[in-house]
Structures are given as C-alpha cells and as structure tokens.
C-alpha cells in the first residue's frame, strides 16, 4: 500500500529583503537638491499645455532629467533604467514613474514658448548654484585666465527627429557622426568649464551644422550666461578649441581686442 504524503507548511523567514539601488550616490543627493528648490524652478515657470492625470506635466521633465543623470540616453531607456528604481525615485519624492510613451507625449506636446520658459528656469538654477562666477572672480583677483572648452558633437537620432540629418557622400551637404555610418543624428554645441565640470550652455543643432557657423552664437550664448560684459571680463576667458572652429573670421572676432562694442571682442583663444 502507498504511503500518504504529508504536506509540511513551508516555514517563513523571518528575513527582510533589502531593497538596493544602482544610483546610492544621486539617492543621497536628493536632501540637498530638494532643500535648494532646484526642481522648484521647472514646476513653477515651465507651462505645457497638457492636462494632468497622475503626474503634472513639469513632473515628466524632473523623470527625464532623472533619466539623464543615471545614465538614460534615449527616452525608452527610462522603462529599464529609473522606472524600476523604486528607491531613487522615492529618494525623490515620487512612488512611481510615468511610462516612456507618456513622457514622449509631453516632450511631443511642448511648444516653442515651453523651450524659452525651459530656458529661463535653468539660468535661475545656474545664478544660484553654479561655481564658475566665483572662480572667474578667484581668477581676476590672482591675475590669472580660466580655461573653457568648447565643442560640437554628432548625437544620433531618428530619422524622423527635427532637425535630423543623415551623413551623406563626398561633396555633398551632410553630417558628420564620428565613428559612425548611414547614420541620421544632429549636433550638441557645448561650453564646458574644465576646473568646476560645469556645462555653461548647450544648443542643439541640425545634423549638417559646422563648428565654424556655430562658434559665434556659443561664444555669445556663454557671455551672455557669465555675464562678461567688458573687455577686462572677458579677458578672464580662454577658450580652448579643435581645429574646425578655426576660420579667420572667427579668431579675428574674438581676439581682437579692439572690437570693444563686439560680443566677442577680448576673448583669448588657444
């Protein structure tokens, strides 16, 4: 005769699972960007015209910039990467994260005016938390010129993007995506400032745009943003630079110190 199983209650553990997360460091970096208000600035002064369900349009530009900082680089990537982050994201301040196709539906929703409020709200966050005025400061008072690099870059996109173009043949208008073929993309102008790892601006550029016709409007852009306003100030600048920005009219607007009512005048190249 068979013997009759007898079915044991499984045991449970007493142990607590403990939830881990890949971005510990921007969890504890939460507290100081909360109590500086820095997020404060994008719900207050950006205004896309979209209704609210469960999160506010300004919320799903905090989920992008989030994405942005641990290591998205495309919209879709915030399913994989912060969407299951249940920890950076409480870190926070929020219980869940909006899916990637209702994000898209934001970015796809701004207008023209929502890029320019973008704009404002980060040159207030820049005027209270950057670092680079108070080092042009440190330079002036010890006699000495702060380096900042510039630099245009191919970011890859899809064909469909605004603004996107694909490398073409020789001799014909294209964009250049190093290492990269058959490719469409676009171009991200950037001034950087090496000592403080600060970006001063970003402007982003159709796929066939050239350092050469960029490099006026970034060096204004930067002036602008450091608010180098004399000859003396922007003394204080060297720029530093790859070959493709070099065309006489270029070097000649910006070091000429002569050019006093130029945007550009004073400015030292290297």
Not at 107 to 118: D, H, K, P, R
Not at 220 to 230: A, H, I, P, V
Request: proline share 3%; with cysteine.
């Amino acid at each position: 005769m068979a013997k009759k199983r007898i079915r044991r209650k499984s045991r449970k553990s007493n142990r607590k699972i403990q939830a881990s997360s890949p971005h510990a460091s921007m969890c504890a970096l939460a507290p100081l960007i909360e109590s500086r208000g820095i997020f404060d600035h994008i719900h207050q002064d950006v205004k896309i015209p979209q209704k609210k369900l469960d999160y506010r349009p300004s919320d799903k530009l905090v989920f992008v910039v989030l994405g942005i900082m641990s290591g998205c680089e495309v919209v879709f990537d915030l399913n994989r990467k912060l969407r299951v982050d249940r920890l950076l994201l409480r870190a926070f301040g929020y219980q869940r994260c909006a899916d990637q196709s209702v994000i898209q539906q934001t970015l796809n929703a701004s207008t023209e005016e929502n890029v320019v409020q973008l704009e404002a709200a980060l040159k207030t966050i820049w005027d209270e938390n950057n670092l680079t005025v108070s080092c042009l400061r440190d330079a002036q008072s010890a006699g000495r010129v702060e380096t900042i690099d510039m630099d245009l870059s191919g970011m890859p996109a899809s064909r469909n993007a605004e603004g996107s173009t694909k490398e073409l043949a020789l001799n014909e208008v294209k964009g250049y995506f190093a290492g990269e073929k058959n490719i469409y993309g676009r171009q991200l102008a950037r001034v950087l400032v090496p000592r403080t790892q600060e970006i001063v601006t970003e402007s982003l550029y159709p796929g066939k745009e050239t350092s050469c016709k960029a490099f006026k409007a970034m060096v204004e852009k930067m002036e602008q943003r450091l608010s180098l306003s004399t000859e003396k100030e922007r003394k204080l600048v060297r720029l530093r630079l790859d070959g493709g920005f070099g065309t006489d009219e270029n070097i000649n607007n910006v070091i000429l110190s002569e050019a006093k009512d130029s945007p550009c005048g004073g400015v030292t190249i290297c």
